[in-house]
């Protein structure tokens, strides 16, 4: 008789906790699922935005050289005024 008992507790109390358990798993999957969807599809779209890139470096390595040799100029002109 007491297994009954047992048995009728775990039926009323136990599985009606474990499903609400489960359900909430299930919906926090569900989200997570639809940001990763969200976020491969802005992945995406920002590897076509990815194509100049190369050029730009380059661009901005020339930029960087032409300020360098101005600076180094600049400086060495002003070492001679100073000294």
Known sequence: MLWWIGNI???????????ALLNRVLAALERI???SDDILAGGGALAGELDGVPEQLATTDRTVHEVAVGA???GSSVA???G
């Open 72 to 74: 180094a100029r600049y």
């Open 80 to 82: 001679k005024l100073l």
């Open 9 to 19: 507790l775990l039926l009323v109390a136990v599985v009606p906790i474990l499903v």
């Open 33 to 35: 699922r639809g940001a």
